[in-house]
């Protein structure tokens, strides 16, 4: 089980539904009160943002047409408050999480690499029609 934490906007069809299926699962897993320490060491769990992570990759799922038919409810995830304060803010390193769902994935890499060109070439619009006057747009006209 693993919480990649991305922009879900990249994340290929099997990830996406993947992601979504163990953040249901690391509730479960909570209310059950079972350990969580490997978890965390290994970069997979962040607790105090099960919910709202949920909540990210649903509306991603929606977007796209993908059935939802699994609600989590914020009651449902108050055993969270039961762990300790180390664990409830333990961080996933994001960084590090991304580059190894790139490297493992090569559809996720290529949305990635498609959706960080898109809002680029966003950026440079929005630059040419004189909206924002930095030393980027300088860049783009000289
Ligand atoms: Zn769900
Ligand atoms: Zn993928």
Redesign the pocket.
Known sequence: MRMWLVDPRIMCRQHLLGE?LEV?MFLTHLQKEKGIKGYLENNCLEPRSIYQR?QNL?REMIRRGYN?N???METDFSCVGNLSIEQQYWEINKKKSLKTLLERCKECNDRNVQIQFASHNHIVGEEKNGEVNNSESNKVES
């Open positions: 979504h249901h949920h649903m939802h699994s609600s989590m």
